[in-house]
C-alpha cells in the first residue's frame, strides 16, 4: 500500500510541478505535513544534496523521499510517479504536434502557464531562504526569539554573497566552487556539533 501511496503522491506533484524541480518545492513541504515522511529539516537537507548532485532536483528528491520511507523499491516508484506526468504529456503532444504546431489557443495556454511557473520557482526559492536562515522548529521548542534565526546560515549567506557578489577575485568562479565550499562547510559544522 505504501507504494502505491509514494507512486500516487509524486504523481500529483510531478503533474502540477511546471518549472522544474524548485517548482516541486512547495509540493514537497505540503506533502512532508500531510505525510510525516520527513521533516522540513530533512527537506533542507534533501535539497542542498539534489542541488550539488548530478540530475534534476524534483527526481533526486523523489528517489531519497522513496528510499527513506519504503527502501529501493520505494525509490525507484517514487521516482516513476513524478516522471510519469510528463512522459504522458510528451507522448500526446508527440502525437498531436502537427495540430498543436499553430493553435492560438495552445500558444495562449504556455502564454499563461509562464507567470504560474515563474511564482512557483519564486515560493521555491524564498522557501528555501526560510529554511535556510529560520529555525522554526528550534523557535517553537524555546520561545526564543534568538533560536528563531539560524545564525550559521545567515553567517554563510552572507559569506557566499560577498564572495559571489563583491571580491573580485572569487566573483568569477564556477559555481560548483561555492557548493563544494558550502558542503565542506556543512560537514565540518555537522562533525563539530555546531
Known sequence: MIYLRLFYEFFKTGLFSVGGGLATLPFLQEMSARTGWFTSSELADMLAVSESTPGAIGINMATYVGWKTAGVPGGVIATLGLIAPSIVVILVIAYFLQSFHDNKYVTAAFYGI?????????????????????????????????DLISFKGAALFVILWLLTNVVKPTKRLHPIVFIAFSAVVGIVFSFAGA
Open 114 to 146: 509562464r507567470p504560474a511557473s515563474t511564482a512557483l520557482i519564486a515560493a521555491a526559492g524564498v522557501s528555501v531562504l526560510l529554511i535556510a536562515l529560520v529555525n522554526t522548529e528550534q523557535f517553537a521548542l524555546t520561545g526564543s526569539l534568538g
